[in-house]
């Protein structure tokens, strides 16, 4: 009969190389987890028209999107707020990549947090396709913050 205990038959050195090498695993995949908020920022950028060039079919942000469909009332001003949006969101998301790469569980909340916003204003402007691009985003950072999550217990 088998014993089902994990770790059974490592020695002491064995059992901490193994627990070293898990948290190492688990750092690494927060990394890579972060590294999708440079990947957000440079669609955000490119879907905001920030970028000389503008793609918005899967990579809209819905912020940006509200002040188009219902900002047209600011007259002269409108190009400023959405300039402004458009450029506090990419820089968050930069934020947020940098420090999740650092280790930080409050990044991918944040990260979590400020996509959810942007996906109830993506359901107000009825942009299905990028609403699933932000749900893969907001998957991957919760990947991310349980890495973490598990690497502090």
Known sequence: MQTLN???GL?????????????A?????????????????????????LLPIRFGLLVNVGIVDL????????GALYG???????????GLLILMGFAGRQ???W???VGIA??????????????MWSLGVHAFFMFKWFEGFKSLRELSQ
């Open 67 to 74: 002040l188009r469909v219902y900002g047209g009332s600011l």
């Open 80 to 90: 400023l707020p959405l300039l402004a949006s458009a450029t506090l969101f990419v």
């Open 11 to 23: 020695s002491e050195s064995e059992y901490k190389a193994a627990d070293d090498q898990r948290r």
């Open 114 to 127: 400020l996509y959810g916003a942007d996906s109830l204003a993506l359901m107000l402007t009825l942009s």
């Open 25 to 49: 695993d688990l750092l690494a995949e927060s990394r890579t987890d972060a590294n999708f908020f440079f990947w957000a920022a440079g669609f955000a950028a490119l879907g905001t028209g």
């Open 107 to 109: 990044a991918f909340v």
């Open 6 to 8: 994990v770790g059974a």
């Open 103 to 105: 280790g930080y569980r």
